[in-house]
């Protein structure tokens, strides 16, 4: 079955404590490994999308890697700011057009 | 400004009236989708479109309807809505993958600010 699944589902913080989120993934022809932010009442933002394992991308505090079965998303020295639900999400080869999403990872950095 | 907008953003209803939930997106992309999303278990594709008159379901479509008759507009419609249907709604756009690659969906998202329907 094709499934995501993130780790820790919450994770708490101090500024400045550098962590990471996992993402592993069980789908059959993956064609993109997205990470999202979703703040409340809002809907996810797009932060990066990996299509190969080795891939790496970087943004501010935040760096995204892929291997063969997860993804981590790397967050070095947290600010509050970067408190939000992190969302990655897989899509696969079974039929076009479909894309898995995994339940999530609340961040709380607190100062 | 590139947006993808919903509406309503909240809805109370009652059960087996009828309702729809408009999504308009302002990037011309080709494809749309439909989501909902309920603790505990996170965001479900209810049904996607690759392009005008083109649309295909997601993992949860029972109970739901939706037509892609322009590019720009996806409305989600809920024939005769029910209590288990009580949930928050995000539509999604993106465009069309590079050429050569001979898939639609490797483009990153962008989602509405959500709906959120009660269904009493």
């Known amino acids: 079955e094709d499934q995501v699944t993130q780790s820790p589902e919450a994770l708490r913080l101090q500024e400045g404590e550098s962590s990471s989120l996992n993402c592993s993934y069980t789908v059959s022809g993956l064609r993109g490994l997205f990470w999202y932010r979703q703040d409340p009442g809002k809907g996810p933002e797009f932060l990066f999308t990996l299509y190969s394992a080795g891939e790496e991308k970087e943004k501010e505090r935040l760096k995204a890697t892929l291997t063969k079965k997860e993804s981590f998303l790397h967050i070095t020295a947290p600010k509050p700011e970067d408190s939000a639900t992190y969302l990655c999400a897989a899509n696969y080869g079974g039929s076009q057009g479909n894309l898995i999403f995994g339940k999530g990872t609340k961040l709380s950095v607190k100062p | 400004e590139a947006q993808v907008t919903q509406n309503p953003r909240y809805l109370i209803t009652v059960t087996g009236k009828k309702l729809t939930v408009t999504c308009s997106q302002n990037m011309n992309h080709e494809y749309m989708s439909w989501y909902r999303q309920d603790p505990g278990l996170g965001l479900r594709q209810i049904y996607y479109s690759m392009n005008v008159e083109v649309t295909d379901k997601g993992d949860v479509p029972e109970g739901y309807k939706v037509s892609r008759k322009e590019k720009r507009n996806f409305p989600l419609i809920l024939e005769s809505p029910s209590p288990n249907q009580t949930s928050l709604y995000f539509c999604?756009?993106?465009?069309?993958?590079?050429?050569?690659?001979?898939?639609?969906?490797?483009?990153?998202?962008?989602f509405g600010d959500g709906t959120r329907l009660s269904i009493l």
């Open positions: 999604a756009s993106s465009p069309r993958a590079g050429i050569g690659t001979g898939a639609y969906s490797n483009q990153p998202q962008h």
